[in-house]
């Protein structure tokens, strides 16, 4: 690993901010075409994050195609095979095709690790603030233990998910949340109770939210959800609204959920009001995001990833003006289009009236789904 004072002594083609599956991937596939990256995140690696340990189809098949098909099951990534979901006096089971559950440390530490082994350096525990244009470069003010330096970097990627501020200070840039967005809330239970099979994806409804919940390949259980604010004020906190729902639906309340150690995020559907600016192209949840249910984010986030990378090596050799409108075009066509049908069924679960008359329907033939279960773990087509 490079050490922070080395960072000073080169021009870095790239540099990445946020080593997410979007940035630790990107910097994996940009260094494979030859390019010197450099991949900064403010966090401690491994890191657990709030949502987003199931990888869909869509996921797998991104993954399949830039030669890393094995590393879910190298991790121990458990196969997924139903999707059971539960409102207010009925249940509907429906099979899944493709998709496991893989826990967020196990995931993004791997894809880290795959970028290094592809020439990229990386640097944990840094902040990253953006700086200036200046001749063919753009800097970047980075802080680590007390320490700060200027880096340069022919490109930046800003790639610092939902609540990032590498890019806040920009004119005209905003990332604003649409009119009454849900937050998003998640905790790990140290253990899978019994009543939740491996490979099963546990979805409880209720109008104030939904909460998901899977098993993890170390036996663990992951437990997240999306929240209308006010429910979470008016039961204390997420641990008790999610026991709220669970016993609204009739599913065992599970130990250690309402007093467990839970984390939020920013509100959950928000759009970048820009995806670039000089020097600069935003991907991953930093350039918007929409409630996802069974992996989609991570679909979202590794497409986006591949996507970029053409644009990248052309923008660290020559900046123009069209790059920025060719890469609103190019994340349009790869992410955009496919969060239409997660904004649909995020409004339909607004109303439970329809999720229980929906989920009668499912629960006598359960086939009926399938076409929004295939359109969810398509393959993002690649440019």
Known sequence: MISFGEVTK???DVLVVGAGPAGALAARQIALEGASVLLVDRATFPRWKVCGCCLNGSALATLASVALADLPEQLGAVPLRKLSVAARGCRAEIPLSSG???????L??????????SGVEFLPETNASLGLVAGDYREVMLAHAGQQITAKAKLVLAADGLGGK?????DDFS???EK???IGAGVVLPTRPPFIPPGTVFMACSKGGYVGLVGLEDGRLDVAAAFDRQTVLDAGGPGNAAANILAEVGWPVLDGLADGPWRGTAALTRQASRLSCERVLVLGDAAGYVEPFTGEGIAWALASAVAVTP????AAEQWDATISSEWSRTLQETVRNRQILCRVVARALRYPALVRMVLKLLK??????MPVVRRLNAPVHLR
Do not use: N, Y
């Open 10 to 12: 080169r021009t870095w």
């Open 311 to 314: 644009l990248v090596i052309r």
């Open 100 to 106: 496991v559950s893989l826990s967020r440390e196990a």
């Open 108 to 117: 993004d530490a791997a894809l880290i690790q795959a970028a290094r082994a």
């Open 166 to 170: 590498l890019l806040a200070r920009q």
């Open 180 to 182: 009454k967005s849900r």
């Open 364 to 369: 006598f033939k359960p086939s009926l789904a």
């Open 175 to 177: 990332a604003g949340a």
